[in-house]
């Protein structure tokens, strides 16, 4: 006898796919870049540096830019712009390889 119970099943931990590898790897780079243009921008008012978080989260960033002024809205359109791309992301990776199984 083991010790175990022969019923009971040991929960799985949930597999990232490749996509979502890719899209996660995304995620982090777009808050990094978005911390490291915070921070530029705290110690200089003419820092440019706020657009290279939007470029990089664009196309959804730049149409949410739109919005009313503010670092709370540019931090809205910077997050739901990665969000939506991670999310892309996923769908073409998972497209691809389901392509690719059936050929």
């Known amino acids: 006898m083991t010790g175990t119970d022969p ?5 799985r931990r ?3 796919s490749a996509g979502g ?3 996660l790897v995304y995620v982090v780079i ?5 911390i490291w243009a915070l921070v530029v ?6 820092s440019m ?3 290279i978080p939007l470029l990089a ?19 809205v359109a910077v997050a739901l712009g990665a969000l939506v791309n991670a999310a892309v992301i996923t769908w073409c ?3 691809l390889s389901r392509g690719r199984r059936a050929g």
């Open 7 to 11: 019923g009971r099943t040991v929960p």
């Open 49 to 51: 540096a706020g657009v």
């Open 93 to 95: 990776a998972r497209a």
């Open 30 to 34: 777009c808050a990094a870049l978005f």
């Open 14 to 16: 949930p597999r990232l």
């Open 21 to 23: 590898t890719i899209a």
């Open 57 to 75: 989260t664009a196309p959804v960033s730049l149409v949410l830019l739109v919005l009313p002024d503010g670092t709370a809205m540019l931090v």
């Open 41 to 46: 921008s705290a110690n200089s008012d003419e």
